[in-house]
C-alpha cells in the first residue's frame, strides 16, 4: 500500500505538469503547423533526452525493449502530439480537456491487454459509466454529432493510452526516465524531416510567449513530466496510477479560463465534476493480477 501512495502522489504530480498541454498546444497553434507542434516538441526534446541518456551512461535497450519503445514511441512521441495538435487548431481547449476524461479507462484497458494487472468489474462499470458521460457531452458540444477534432482526439486517446500502458510496464525494467529518452532517440531519424519541412521560416518573429509555450510542450509535456508519470507508473501500476488523469480536465478547464480567456461553459464543469466523481470511484475498486486468476 506504501508503494502505490508513493506512486499516486508521483501521478498527481506528473498530471499537474501535463494539464496545460491543451491549452498550451491551442494558443501556440495559430503559429504553428499541427505536423509542427506534434513533432517538433519531440525532435528537441531529443537533443535533451540523448543528453541525458550519455551523461548518466545509460546501457543500450535490448531487442525485445526497442519494440516496446517503439510502441511508446508511436503512442506519445508521434500519435498524441500529432494528433491533438490537429484537434486544437479546430476545438476549445476547454472541450478537449473534458473529452480526455476518457483516457484513464482507455489507458487501463490497454493495460489489460498489455500487462498481468486485471481490473475488477467494478473497476469496469464505473470507468464506462464515466466514458459515458464523456461521449454525451461531445455529442452535445458538437450539436448531436461529433466533430472532426473530437475524432482526432478520440485517436490520441487511444494512443496515449498504449505509449502509457507499455511505457509503464517497461519503467520496471530500465527506468522511467530512460523508457521516454529511448524512445525519443530511437524514432528521431523519422520525425527529423517532417519536422524541418513544417517548421515556419519567420522564427525570429514569434514572440516570448509562443516560444515559452513551444518550450513547455517540450521540456514538461514530452520530457520531464514522463520521467516522473512513467515512475508512478512502475512503483503504483498502471490501471491505478491512470486514474489520477482524472484531475487533468478540472487543471485543463483552469488554465484555458486563465490563459486563453476562454469562456468555460457551466455545462463543461458539470460535466468534468460528475465525470471525475463518477470514474473516481473506480479507483477504490480492486486491481488484481493475472496470477490471481489461475
Keep these: 500500500m506504501k508503494a502505490e501512495s508513493k506512486g499516486l502522489t508521483l501521478g498527481f504530480i506528473a498530471v499537474f505538469m501535463f494539464g496545460l498541454t491543451l491549452p498550451v498546444t491551442r494558443f501556440i497553434s495559430p503559429y504553428f503547423e499541427p505536423v509542427f507542434i506534434g513533432l517538433g516538441r519531440a525532435a528537441l526534446a531529443c ?3 540523448t543528453l541525458f541518456l550519455l551523461a548518466f551512461k545509460a546501457a543500450l535497450p535490448s531487442y525485445s525493449q526497442v519494440k516496446r519503445l517503439l510502441v511508446v514511441a508511436l503512442g506519445v512521441v508521434i500519435g498524441f502530439p500529432v494528433l491533438s495538435a490537429w484537434a486544437m487548431q479546430s476545438l476549445p481547449a476547454s472541450h478537449g480537456g473534458v473529452v480526455l476524461g476518457i483516457l484513464p479507462l482507455a489507458t487501463a484497458a490497454a493495460s489489460r491487454v498489455v ?3 486485471r481490473p475488477s468489474l467494478g473497476f469496469w ?3 464506462v459509466a464515466g466514458s459515458i458521460l464523456v461521449i454525451a457531452y461531445s455529442l452535445l458540444q458538437g450539436g448531436g454529432a461529433f466533430l472532426l477534432g473530437d475524432l482526432a482526439l478520440f485517436a490520441a486517446i487511444v494512443s496515449a493510452a498504449f505509449g502509457y500502458a507499455v511505457g509503464g510496464k517497461l519503467s520496471k525494467e530500465i527506468g522511467g526516465w530512460q523508457v521516454i529518452c ?26 516570448t510567449p509562443v516560444i515559452l509555450g513551444f518550450l513547455y510542450l517540450t521540456l514538461i509535456s514530452q520530457l520531464f513530466g514522463f520521467f516522473i508519470w512513467y515512475k508512478a507508473m512502475a512503483i503504483g501500476g498502471v490501471a491505478r496510477v491512470s486514474q489520477i488523469q482524472l484531475i487533468q480536465p478540472f487543471v485543463t478547464l483552469l488554465a484555458s479560463a486563465w490563459a486563453l480567456s476562454e469562456i468555460i461553459e457551466v455545462q463543461s464543469y458539470i460535466f468534468a465534476t460528475i465525470v471525475v466523481g463518477v470514474v473516481a470511484v473506480g479507483k477504490q475498486m480492486p486491481i488484481y493480477s493475472k496470477h490471481h486468476f489461475i
Design 47 to 49: 537533443v535533451f533526452a
Design 125 to 127: 462499470l464505473v470507468g
Design 182 to 207: 529511448w524512445a525519443l532517440v530511437l524514432v528521431f531519424p523519422v520525425i527529423i524531416g517532417p519536422t524541418l519541412y513544417y517548421a515556419p521560416n519567420d522564427l525570429q518573429t514569434l514572440s
Design 115 to 117: 500487462s498481468d494487472e
